[in-house]
């Protein structure tokens, strides 16, 4: 089993920032992606942004040039800076651990709710 650890939510004002955290512990051998996701209430869990271990990045493209991903491997951590937050980025964010190969199987953290007020 993966355990997820996220951390760094809050309230913020529109066009502040937040930084989020996750550690990744346990069974992580194989785990070759780690990203965030986020949902909205009423709406679906959507990808918001992922790094695999050799650093390749993917944005949605409602964040892209506003946040920004990172890890730390000898950690086992990964980031999300959040910039020039709006409020249409208030939602739960949840860290996400993958096996992605010809199968994939994920492992989630337990989301950390980040607020913009406008």
């Known amino acids: 089993q993966v355990q997820l650890v996220e951390s760094g939510g809050g309230l913020v004002q529109a066009g502040g920032s937040l930084r989020l955290s996750c550690a990744a512990s346990?069974?992580?051998?194989?785990?070759?992606?780690m990203g965030w996701y986020r949902q909205a209430p009423g709406k679906q869990r959507d990808l918001v942004a992922s790094i695999t271990t050799g650093g390749t990045t993917n944005y949605a493209a409602s964040v892209r040039g506003r946040f920004t991903i990172s890890r730390d491997n000898a950690k086992n951590t990964v980031y999300l800076q959040m910039n020039s937050l709006k409020p249409e980025d208030t939602a739960v964010y949840y860290c996400?651990?993958?096996?992605?190969?010809?199968?994939?199987?994920?492992?989630w953290g337990q989301g950390t709710q980040v607020t913009v007020s406008s």
């Open positions: 346990g069974s992580i051998f194989g785990i070759n992606a």
């Open positions: 996400n651990a993958a096996q992605s190969y010809s199968w994939r199987r994920d492992y």
